[in-house]
């Protein structure tokens, strides 16, 4: 959970499940160490998780969990303000036309936003678990007017708008905004083997996780 730690995470849900404790009682429900309740109760009360009944024996009683969560989506929705304001400004001054994207879940994700981006047209080719995963973005993309064009392939081959394209697989691809290679590639639909040649070619260039080295395609 956003900002706790795992005894404060363990202690909030706890307190969800009654009515008001002490922090003594908190520790023995949440499986805290007596040296350490009082301190994660008090932290509960600091962040903003858990409410306080003043007394002798202070009582603790956690905070709804729809006021915690729309207090943490406000939270991120700043964040992701500031983060988008720093990627424009960079973009500002970057001449930088292609990247390495690596790992499964960042490739998903660069893919997912540059279909977002999309306004004119779009092309995928892509293995059927893509389409499937990417089914609501592409519907989306439809209903904005986007022309959406698809096919099943082994690797990933996403242009959008002959502007930006991504290359690769779903462990590692190559996202180019250079107009040269995405229009080559819109006009050309490269051939397994060139893909192939492509993958390798960036596996030797970029460092694998844990400096092992990549697996072969395929």
């Known amino acids: 959970m956003i900002g706790l730690n795992e ?36 932290s509960l009360a600091n962040k903003g998780f858990a409410l306080v009944q003043p007394g002798e024996t202070p009582r603790y009683r956690g905070v709804e969990p729809d006021e915690v969560v729309a207090r943490e989506r406000q939270a991120i ?14 973009d500002r001054s970057s001449a930088e036309p292609v990247w390495v994207v690596q790992g499964r879940e960042t490739v998903l994700v660069r893919a997912r936003t540059t279909i977002d981006r999309a306004e004119r047209e779009l ?75 492509e993958q390798e070619k960036v596996r030797r260039l970029v460092p694998s996780p844990g400096g092992r080295g990549w697996p072969k395609a395929g």
């Open 123 to 197: 092309a995928l080719q892509a293995p059927q678990a893509v389409f499937e995963a990417f089914a609501a973005e592409l519907a989306e993309a439809r209903r904005r007017g986007v022309a959406v064009e698809s096919q099943i392939a082994d690797g990933v081959l996403l242009i959008v708008d002959r502007r930006e394209a991504l290359l690769g697989d779903l462990e590692l691809a190559t996202h180019f905004t250079q107009p040269a290679v995405v229009a080559l590639l819109a006009e050309r639909s490269p051939s397994a083997d060139w893909l192939t040649w």
């Open 77 to 90: 929705d700043e964040l992701g303000a500031e983060l988008r304001a720093l990627r424009a400004e960079r």
């Open 7 to 42: 005894y404060e995470e363990r202690g909030y849900r706890a307190l969800l499940g009654v009515d008001a404790a002490t922090a003594y009682e908190l520790g023995k429900r949440a499986g805290i160490p007596l040296s350490r309740c009082y301190e994660v109760a008090r």
